[in-house]
């Protein structure tokens, strides 16, 4: 099962080890870190907003036309932001590191 390190926006980091198939959006709400996921994952909000390191950002890929224009309304946004819900987990990504940023 991998892994997943959430960067809190206090710089404070949280290890999840989640099921394959399941989403960062899900990780992050079902621990309590503040990722709310208000959609339920339907690609039709912002709030599983996350910030992923650069080489991650290139492993995972990037948004495709639907998630950048959700991305558009994310506080924070930056160049390897990434909608949670659109990251499913798998043993390629284990130990995937995101942050959370601020004002989620």
Same mark, same amino acid.
């Given at each position: 099962?991998p $892994?997943?390190?959430?960067? /809190?926006?206090? !710089? ?5 080890t989640? /099921?394959? #198939? +399941?989403?960062? =959006?899900e990780? %992050? &709400?079902?621990?309590g870190?503040? @990722? +709310?996921?208000?959609? !339920? !994952? *339907? ?10 390191? =650069?080489?991650?950002f290139? /492993?995972v #890929?990037?948004?495709? +036309? ?9 506080? %924070?946004?930056?160049?390897? *932001? &990434?909608? !949670?819900?659109? @990251?499913? =987990? *798998? $043993?390629?990504?284990?130990?995937? &590191?995101v942050? @959370?940023? +601020?004002? =989620?």
């Open positions: 099962m $892994d997943i390190i959430f960067i /809190k926006p206090d !710089g404070t980091e949280e290890n999840i989640v /099921k394959t #198939g +399941e989403t960062v =959006m990780a %992050g &709400r079902d621990a870190l503040g @990722i +709310e996921g208000t959609c !339920g !994952g *339907s690609l039709s909000c912002a709030t599983c907003h996350v910030i992923l390191d =650069m080489d991650w290139i /492993k #890929g990037v948004p495709d +036309e639907d998630e950048a224009d959700m991305l558009d309304l994310a506080f %924070g946004l930056t160049q390897t *932001s &990434r909608l !949670g819900c659109q @990251i499913e =987990m *798998s $043993d390629a990504l284990n130990g995937l &590191r942050t @959370i940023p +601020e004002e =989620m």
